[in-house]
């Protein structure tokens, strides 16, 4: 379920929950996914890097949060987001690119306990199972009351005073309660009416294999036959 709702609320394109930041001039990037946090521990993270005047206005950029949820609890988990999400991760499974060794054994360490051996990595790379209920059990989940809430700016910027600092690194920071009134707020907020699902993507490639330009009309190559058009002592020119 956390493949499918990172892919909605991550959307980029138009009338998504990024495209509706950025006509508000609240947000530059957004960024969605899960991080494990040991065995039994997962935190789904949804990351906004905000503008100036987002950074000010924080509580109408989490409004909007919530907004992109609450559409996606309403209009549902239509069957064409998973195939679309299945069809990506498979041509990335298959085409993978090469790696740094120590990065990816890194990778491939803390992955390899969260799959039975005889399947892995493949169902941890490519999802498997179209499953509406548990995506919406998911999103219930995902309720004001159940968030934590991170303002990462120059405390010049800000409006609160760091008064605490973290052990190790010896960070500055300090902790804010919500006010209830605004959690309930939140939690009862309809949703955008410019933020929708993404549409089907018809430019995933369900075929990869290669037609032999030889077979081809020089109209239909992806590269055509390059013409000569001069010999010169300092070289050959082809167009």
């Known amino acids: 379920?956390?493949?499918?709702?990172?892919?909605?609320?991550?959307?980029?394109?138009?009338?998504?929950?990024?495209?509706?930041?950025?006509?508000?001039?609240?947000?530059?990037?957004?960024?969605?996914?899960?991080?494990a946090n040991g065995a039994k521990n997962k935190e789904l993270y949804i990351e906004i890097g905000l503008t100036d005047k987002g950074l000010h206005e924080y509580e109408i950029v989490i409004r909007r949060l919530f907004q992109a949820i609450n559409n996606f609890k309403e209009k549902g988990i239509p069957k064409y987001l998973f195939d679309d999400i299945k069809q990506i991760q498979t041509l990335e499974y298959q085409f993978q690119e090469r790696q740094d060794v120590f990065e990816n054994l890194m990778k491939e360490g803390a992955m390899i306990t969260e799959e039975n051996i005889a399947t892995y990595p493949?169902?941890?790379?490519?999802?498997?199972?179209?499953?509406?209920?548990?995506?919406?059990?998911?999103?219930?989940?995902?309720?004001?009351?159940?968030?934590?809430?991170?303002?990462?700016?120059?405390?010049?910027?800000?409006?609160?005073?760091?008064?605490?600092?973290?052990?190790?690194?010896?960070?500055?920071?300090?902790?804010?309660?919500?006010?209830?009134?605004?959690?309930?707020?939140?939690?009862?907020?309809?949703?955008?009416?410019?933020?929708?699902?993404?549409?089907?993507?018809?430019?995933?490639?369900?075929?990869?294999?290669?037609?032999?330009?030889q077979d081809l009309p020089d109209s239909d190559r992806a590269v055509p036959h390059p013409e000569l058009i001069a010999q010169e002592d300092s070289g050959i020119y082809y167009y």
Not at 27 to 33: I, P, Q, S, T, Y
Not at 138 to 165: G, H, R, S
Request: proline fraction near 9%.
């Open 122 to 213: 493949l169902h941890t790379k490519v999802i498997q199972e179209y499953n509406p209920e548990a995506v919406m059990e998911l999103l219930n989940y995902m309720k004001p009351q159940n968030a934590i809430y991170f303002l990462k700016a120059p405390q010049e910027t800000t409006n609160f005073v760091a008064d605490m600092q973290e052990k190790w690194l010896k960070a500055q920071f300090s902790v804010h309660p919500i006010p209830p009134k605004l959690l309930e707020e939140w939690s009862k907020i309809s949703a955008h009416p410019a933020v929708h699902l993404p549409e089907a993507n018809p430019f995933i490639p369900n075929r990869l294999d290669i037609q032999p330009s």
């Open 1 to 35: 379920p956390e493949s499918m709702i990172s892919y909605v609320l991550g959307h980029e394109g138009e009338h998504s929950l990024l495209d509706q930041l950025k006509r508000e001039n609240l947000a530059e990037k957004l960024a969605c996914g899960l991080q």
